[in-house]
């Protein structure tokens, strides 16, 4: 008995020590930082937990994960531009932002359940939002401070793109909300029966006339928009509110004269030009560093 218990002491150390091993695990060495397989999967978890389109953090895709640390190096590389200038984030700054990401939640433990489905701490979550604030701004002073877009370049792209600078399509709504479900009932069946005009006229204190384009409605509603025709309605609960829709027109996009989309075209000039400097910037940082992977 005292022999079995002494092999199930020793395997279970076995595994504890694997564990251990494959935790710190040296995955690069950007200069003399060195970042373990732990760090790799915070990041990774992080990127995953804000960027929903990547595949689970759980996946383990090694494309993904050879992704995950090409960003992870260039991040390191840019918070040791920033700890060179010596800059400094408020701890308001960050608590703030994780507020932010609390109160898009139901409560504060259907937050911190998001964390542990995905393995994450808000300690993790916290290191990585400062981490953002510090990159942010070492970036505006070797990358956005060097960028400006004067009215030659945009009058210029206007008039090579004249034939793209359209309006988005836009949608001429009515909405009504109601806790009372029966009421948005009526509301849709005198709309049906009568005609929006005469539901208005008798319904005027809940219906709600609005113009919009599809990236201006919520998301809940523009899920509502997408696939109705002119003089279609859709009813759905949304967030224990009774939302009716109806689509009265759908209004096409129209040429956009170079004063209402001058912002715009100054927006892709401004972002273009930022790209392009933002990766010979860190190509620079990549040039001067030693930098070895071990994936």
């Not at 005609?195 to 219906?207: K, P, R």
Request: aromatic share 8%; glycine share 4%; hydrophobic share 40%.
């Amino acid at each position: 008995m005292k022999k079995i218990f002494l092999i199930i002491i020793m395997l279970g150390l076995f595994v504890c020590a694997s564990g251990a091993e494959e935790v710190t695990k040296i995955v690069a060495k950007v200069n003399n930082e060195v970042i373990t397989a732990k760090d790799l999967d915070d990041y990774y978890k992080v990127l995953a937990y804000k960027t929903p389109g990547i595949v689970g953090a759980n996946s383990g895709a090694a494309k993904e994960k050879e992704d995950a640390l090409g960003k992870l190096i260039e991040d390191r590389l840019i918070l040791a531009e920033a700890k060179k200038k010596e800059l400094q984030i408020p701890s308001y700054f960050v608590n703030g932002q994780l507020s932010k990401m609390i109160e898009s939640y139901p409560s504060r433990e259907d937050f911190e359940n998001s964390l542990l489905e995905r393995g994450l701490t808000v300690t993790v979550l916290k290191e990585r939002i400062l981490g953002q604030f510090l990159m942010r701004q070492v970036i505006d002073i070797y990358v956005s401070s060097y960028i400006s877009v004067s009215p030659q370049e945009v009058n210029k792209y206007y008039e090579e793109h004249k034939a793209e600078m359209n309006s988005p399509e836009r949608y001429s709504l009515w909405i009504s909300q109601s806790k009372d479900k029966n009421k948005i009932v009526e509301i849709a069946k005198t709309i049906r029966e009568k005609g929006i005009i005469a539901a208005e006229t008798e319904y005027s204190d809940s219906l709600v006339k609005l113009e919009a384009s599809m990236s201006e409605l919520k998301d809940e509603v523009a899920q509502m928009v997408r696939g109705l025709k002119e003089g279609e309605q859709s009813v759905k609960t949304l967030e224990n509110v009774n939302c009716l829709v109806y689509l009265e027109k759908i209004i096409p996009p129209k040429p956009l004269t170079l004063e209402e989309a001058q912002e715009n075209v100054r927006n892709i000039i401004w972002n273009d030009k930022f790209r392009k400097r933002f990766e010979e910037w860190v190509k620079q940082l990549k040039d001067k560093a030693v930098i070895k992977t071990y994936l």
